[in-house]
């Protein structure tokens, strides 16, 4: 059963900085790629980055390249969002993502709050 963990969030400041993590388990973590996603107060859900199986490549939304970097430790089962530069339009609900075979699972998600 694919379990997915979020953890990380909180309450920053505006330009200050957050590390998201998200531990998996249930499946053989390597040979997938790993999304973070996002949900604003009365937004949609919207991808946020994604990375490939062993890290190679990685793409961004528009909203934050240069500010946010995926990443992800397979000897650890667990993917990364690093960000910085973190804006109040930043403030999200963030889930981290996987289709394994055509099926989505999502974890619990952690909150983050960017606000003075």
């Known amino acids: 059963q694919v379990q997915l963990v979020e953890s990380g969030g909180g309450l920053v400041q505006p330009g200050g900085s957050l590390r998201l993590s998200c531990a998996a388990s249930g499946f053989t973590f390597s040979l997938w790629s790993m999304s973070w996603y996002r949900q604003g107060p009365g937004k949609e859900r919207e991808l946020v980055a994604a990375?490939?199986?062993?890290?190679?490549?990685?793409n961004y939304a528009d909203s934050v390249k240069g500010r946010f970097t995926i990443s992800r430790d397979n000897a650890k089962n667990t993917v990364y969002l690093q960000m910085n530069n973190l804006k109040p339009e930043d403030t999200a609900v963030y889930y981290c993502n996987t289709v394994i075979s055509g099926r989505r699972s999502w974890g619990q998600g952690t909150q983050v709050t960017v606000s003075s």
């Open positions: 990375i490939s199986s062993f890290g190679g490549s990685a």
